[in-house]
């Protein structure tokens, strides 16, 4: 999906939000190494599902995203941001290259992205969000930075059943019957299961942890990502067993309270 698609689409939801004071901004318009890989046929045509189209009353702001991202951390505090990437890590990757000194400002980097026991959802073992960029993962995982990974893992835990839809529809606001239809997209899609299971929450569980950390589990790791072999590009190595020379600085979800993260997104949904 093209930067300008994803950031109109963020611009949609942004007013559907009324967080319209949330600034959206464009960035990378490809991996940093690899040719794109599309995943369309999970988001629709536009992007969004099925959820109704319209121009946004606000655009884009201008500039670019990595600069965005180098300007905001070079003016800030030591250890003052966290960074939640929900997509393919280029844009970060993009920041930190240019100017390594940046990690300083980084409390931690929040992920949605890798998979180790569910397995992969675009590969026998690459989740797609690093499968689509893993020299950019590569990059932010090896930063030594201290990463929070929510992986096919634990977000497969949190089901959108039928009965969750339709209590965030039941809400009747904007934002919830928005919500309803995006997450109803996605569980009528073959590839999420049965629809009596639910499509998985993944990208809203970062920001829910977040907000209700008590929600989430997690092991201290050490994580590698594969860039070389064409079988498993984009596999996440993670690691449990600890070594003396090196620090493990990963945190990677194992375990989440799905009643707990609903009733997170239906109270700021209502």
């Not at 689509?132 to 089901?159: E, I, N, W, Y």
């Not at 969750?164 to 039941?170: E, K």
């Not at 309803?180 to 970062?206: I, K, M, Y």
């Not at 945190?251 to 799905?258: L, P």
Request: net charge negative.
């Amino acid at each position: 999906m093209s930067a300008s698609l994803t950031a109109r689409n963020a611009c949609i939801v942004r007013e559907i939000a009324d967080r319209e004071s949330v600034p959206v901004i464009a960035g990378c318009t490809r991996p940093l190494v690899r040719e794109p890989v599309e995943a369309g046929h999970f988001h629709g045509e536009s992007g969004l599902g099925s959820l109704p189209i319209f121009a946004p009353r606000c655009g884009p702001e201008p500039g670019h995203a990595v600069e965005f991202l180098i300007e905001t951390l070079r003016d800030a505090a030591p250890r003052e941001i966290t960074l939640v990437i929900t997509g393919p890590m280029t844009n970060v990757a993009a920041a930190l290259q240019s100017q390594p000194s940046i990690t300083a400002s980084i409390r931690q980097i929040v992920v949605m992205g890798g998979a180790r026991s569910e397995g992969g959802n675009i590969t026998a073992s690459a989740e797609y969000n690093v499968y689509a960029d893993p020299h950019a993962a590569k990059v932010v995982a090896d930063s030594g930075c201290p990463l929070v990974m929510f992986g096919l893992d634990v977000t497969h835990q949190v089901r959108a059943t039928p009965a969750r839809i339709a209590g965030l529809r039941a809400l009747g606001t904007r934002r919830a019957l928005a919500a309803a239809e995006l997450l109803q997209f996605s569980t009528d899609l073959p590839e999420n299961g049965p629809r009596e299971l639910g499509s998985p929450l993944h990208d809203p569980c970062p920001v829910a942890w977040l907000l209700a950390p008590e929600a989430f589990e997690f092991r201290s790791c050490y994580l590698d990502i594969e860039t070389q072999s064409r079988l498993t590009l984009g596999h996440t190595a993670v690691e449990f067993r600890a070594r003396p020379e090196r620090a493990m600085h990963v945190r990677w979800g194992v375990r989440a309270d799905a009643a707990r993260v609903f009733d997170l997104l239906a109270a700021r949904l209502a």
